[in-house]
Nanobody
């Protein structure tokens, strides 16, 4: 059973950067497509970035394109979300999720979820 644990969230000033980690256990992460989501208070969950399990192709939402980078280190069984040029609108709980489907699909249902890590962007 794949288990995911996010870390790396915290308080950062506007314009700053954070790198979130998604550590996997119980299975080999490179067999799974990984997606990062966020949810701010009172808002719907938003898909941000996705990386295929097969060829590593990445996809981004318009809101983070050019600022966030999703990656995976199969040797460490960990996925990452590098976040740059952060603004107050990026304040949310961030979640990683995984699914055995080998490619990223819009609206895909993710089978495994972490519990999230909070990110606050404020001066």
């Amino acid at each position: 059973q794949l288990q995911l644990v996010e870390s790396g969230g915290g308080l950062v000033q506007p314009g700053g950067s954070l790198r979130l980690s998604c550590a996997a256990s119980g299975a080999t992460l490179d067999d799974y497509t990984i997606k990062w989501f966020r949810q701010a208070p009172g808002k719907e969950r938003e898909g941000l970035a996705c990386i295929n399990s097969g060829d590593g192709t990445t996809y981004y939402s318009d809101s983070v394109q050019g600022r966030f980078t999703i990656s995976r280190d199969n040797a460490k069984n960990t996925a990452y979300l590098q976040m740059n040029s952060l603004g107050p609108e990026d304040t949310a709980n961030y979640y990683c999720a995984a699914d055995i489907t080998p490619v990223c699909l819009r609206g895909m249902k993710m089978h495994y979820w972490g519990k999230g890590t909070p990110v606050t962007v404020s001066s």
